[in-house]
T-cell receptor, first 112, second 114 residues
Framework: GQQVMQIPQYQHVQEGEDFTTYCNSSTTLSNIQWYKQRPGGHPVFLIQLVKSGEVKKQKRLTFQFGEAKKNSSLHITATQTTDVGTYFCAGRGANQGGKLIFGQGTELSVKP | DAGVIQSPRHEVTEMGQEVTLRCKPISGHNSLFWYRQTMMRGLELLIY????????DSGMPEDRFSAKMPNASFSTLKIQPSEPRDSAVYFC????????????FGEGSRLTVL
């Protein structure tokens, strides 16, 4: 079945450093979404990418969707302590309808 | 507007007992998802509904788990009998749109089975 792999599992950075998490799917995706979960909280939607090669930015966050629509990345520039949490990618396989499969997540900690 | 509402927020029960988790999706949303989150397995999709109809239940662990959506504003996830390995946070999420919508998650139900 469809699998979504995400690396790294953990990332510890100093405040001000950059951070990147990578997501790879075993199958071609129709779209991919990114979510953030704060400790003790629930996942909160960040963005959706649909088009091959798409790049979207939200302030210090940059999201990319690969040309083959099988991989994606999230890059945070100059991390802040408010960026702490777990970042998940979630993909919908082509011809899989609404089934949204989450990656394992990357837990980001930021040292002030 | 109210978000996705789940109850109970916390449940502690003994092995063998029946557990029922409840979810009220956002009004107007036509897709509803049940996820289970554990440290070992991450966020697992258990089942999802579209227009109250179960579309994919391939993630339901075994026959002890069942889910219903009798109407557009209510869903339940039942575990009978519960086992310690069912301990997890169970999230309900809803979306507007079947294959492209963003998911709005509830606060989750933390289940502990002793």
């Amino acid at each position: 079945g469809q699998q979504v792999m995400q690396i790294p599992q953990y990332q510890h950075v100093q405040e001000g450093e950059d951070f990147t998490t990578y997501c790879n799917s075993s199958t071609t995706l129709s779209n991919i979404q990114w979510y953030k979960q704060r400790p003790g909280g629930h996942p909160v939607f960040l963005i959706q990418l649909v088009k091959s090669g798409e790049v979207k930015k939200q302030k210090r966050l940059t999201f990319q969707f690969g040309e083959a629509k099988k991989n994606s990345s999230l890059h945070i520039t100059a991390t802040q302590t408010t960026d702490v949490g777990t970042y998940f990618c979630a993909g919908r396989g082509a011809n899989q309808g609404g089934k949204l499969i989450f990656g394992q997540g990357t837990e980001l900690s930021v040292k002030p | 507007d109210a978000g996705v509402i789940q109850s109970p927020r916390h449940e502690v029960t003994e092995m063998g007992q029946e557990v029922t988790l409840r979810c009220k999706p956002i009004s107007g949303h036509n897709s509803l998802f049940w996820y289970r989150q554990t440290m070992m397995r991450g966020l697992e999709l258990l089942i999802y509904f579209n227009n109250n109809v179960p579309i994919d239940d391939s993630g339901m662990p075994e026959d002890r788990f069942s889910a219903k959506m009798p109407n557009a504003s209510f869903s339940t996830l039942k575990i009978q009998p519960s086992e310690p390995r069912d301990s997890a946070v169970y999230f309900c999420a809803s979306s507007l749109g079947h294959a492209t919508g963003e998911l709005f998650f509830g606060e989750g139900s933390r289940l502990t089975v002793l």
